[in-house]
């Protein structure tokens, strides 16, 4: 067997568990980290100009790599497709939109015709002047190729799907309501966090106007970088034994300093119904946010839960107060949709959270 712990070997009783100030005074920042806050403050500046409400969507699942010179990772299960479809609607609901997104999973707009369902090639037709048009791949000279004719080849049912996302991709553009950035490890998505809700949370911002919608599916375990071997793992030692750090919870410093006054969802996947609202309730609890929506792994689609404290035991920011009667301390709202349904369950869970936000902005929501 061999050990992929370089040195000291990962949280062993006397070593201290990871802090989130231990965490990012001691793992790496992205690079360009300063650049991507640049423009992500352009945006907000722009935006909060303009009055408009602003959510950032986190999306997609953050990798965890195993070497410093990495050809081995863990990876989080996510698609991205809960982020890209809510980040949708926000945009309808006139939201300027962070969107912060594992590389290469779904995006706004782009997910409805991703390489795999729906490919964006498929839609386009080509008409070649000269039926004897030599191959243009690899060499031809671009003199010697007729230009042909492309057109968009659609069907009526295909219609008008593709005109929506086309005048709705328009529209957002030319608003400049949804910015782009990107996450690989979960390196990358911690120190993002942190550095957007700096940029939110500035004096002069966009105070209460601002959500979280915490959909990405964080690692919760991770290689301290300090304890990763330099080279690819090498096989041919026998079986491999990797001890690993938990993750710090990050949604307690984002509660209680970073965004002092942002509205904030966290999302919470389970397997077990069994476990799915105590541990939404106790995240909760813990954290004293606005809203856990909690889901199950295989009807994600159809069904989630809106957990959220009653009024009267949502203490200060980040303290919740005991009811003397535990169950009802909390309320939950299912959402639910039937499995051919033509809506999409993001549609009705944005509808819901603009309705919350909004009476957050005017002092009347927990
Ligand atoms: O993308 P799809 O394929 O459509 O799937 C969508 C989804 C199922 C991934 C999504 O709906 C979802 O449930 N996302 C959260 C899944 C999750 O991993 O939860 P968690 O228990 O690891 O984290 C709970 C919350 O705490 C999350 O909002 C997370 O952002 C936050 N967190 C997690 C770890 C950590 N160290 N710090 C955090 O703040």
Redesign the pocket.
Known sequence: MQNLNKGNTGSSPESEPFSAEKYYSTQPEPARLKDTLDGIRKFVAANNEKGRRIVLV????TTVPLELNMVRFLD????????A?SAEYFLSHDYAVIFMHRQF??QPFLRHYSHSTNPFLDLLQIEEPDTNSPSVFPTAPRSEIATPKVSVNTTPEALPLLLRVLRENKRVKELGTLHTVTFVT?DDY?FL?RGIAGVLGEKEGPGRRVMYY???????FFLPRQKMAEHKIQSGKGSLHIEMDQ?????KP?VNEWTPEGYIV????ETDPQILIP?ARG?LDRYGHQVV?G?E?HT??YR?VFVEKNASTNGPRGKSIQANDGASSYREEWVTIQEDAETEIEELIVARLVERHGKWISGRGT
């Open positions: 986190t999306s997609g699942g989080n299960f996510s698609a991205g497709t809960r982020g479809t999973s779904q979960v911690l966090l915490l959909a990405a599916a964080v690692s919760d993750v710090p919870k990050i949604l984002l966290s999302f919470k996947l541990k995240a929506i889901n792994l994600r689609k989630v």
